[in-house]
Structures are given as structure tokens and as C-alpha cells.
């Protein structure tokens, strides 16, 4: 299995992005996938994960401003990062359950004025 994130960059405090991660490979088509993040000097932190059948859950650090999706027919999940703030600044990881975990390689968030 091979994660491809895509769509990070820089943004101004307030913006948004939207990210997305396309799955290849062998795996079920339902398989669990999610967002983490990881900012300099601290540890790689859940942000929010879908079900095949799109059952969301969220961490509570980013409800309301974080929406994850996905399109089962493209192996693509998405996370829509809205009302960015400086301390949102980190490397986006996406990553897929199934026989075991697989990561993306990251796309890099740096929200700045």
C-alpha cells in the first residue's frame, strides 16, 4: 500500500486548504483512513478518521474546523482545513488501516502572515 498527500503549503492565519491523500496498492476498498499531524519538537497528533461507509470522528482540537472525507472510487481521502492558525503550522500525515498501519509521506502546513 502507497499513500500520496498532496496539497499543503503556505497560508495566512485564517485561510484554508484542502488536503488529499490517494491510496494504491492492495487493500480493502473500506479500509479505515485518517489524518495525523506533527509539529516541530512534538509528537505526531490524531486529527480524524473515516470509516469505509464514512463514519467520521474527530479530535476535539479540531471540530468545527476540520472536515475529512473521502471518495471510495478514487481511494482518496481529503481533509479540509479551514480558519488556520499559526499554531496549525505541522507536517499532514495520512494513514490507512488495514493488515497494519501505513503512512503517507506528508505534506507540510505552514500557516503564516
Known amino acids: 500500500v502507497q499513500l500520496q498527500a498532496s496539497g499543503g503549503g503556505l497560508v495566512q492565519p485564517g485561510g484554508s486548504l484542502r488536503l488529499a491523500c490517494a491510496a494504491s496498492?492492495?487493500?480493502?476498498?473500506?479500509?479505515?483512513m485518517g489524518w495525523y499531524r506533527q509539529a516541530p519538537g512534538k509528537q505526531r497528533e490524531f486529527l480524524a478518521h473515516i470509516t469505509g461507509i464514512g463514519v467520521t470522528n474527530y479530535a476535539d482540537s479540531v471540530k468545527g474546523r476540520f472536515t475529512i472525507s473521502r471518495d471510495n472510487a478514487k481511494n482518496t481521502v481529503y481533509l479540509q482545513v479551514n480558519s488556520l492558525k499559526p499554531e496549525d503550522t505541522a507536517v499532514y500525515y495520512c494513514?490507512?488501516?488495514?493488515?497494519?498501519?501505513?503512512w503517507g509521506q506528508g505534506t507540510q502546513v505552514t500557516v503564516s502572515s
Open positions: 496498492g492492495r487493500f480493502f476498498s473500506g479500509a479505515l
Open positions: 494513514n490507512l488501516v488495514y493488515d497494519r498501519m501505513y
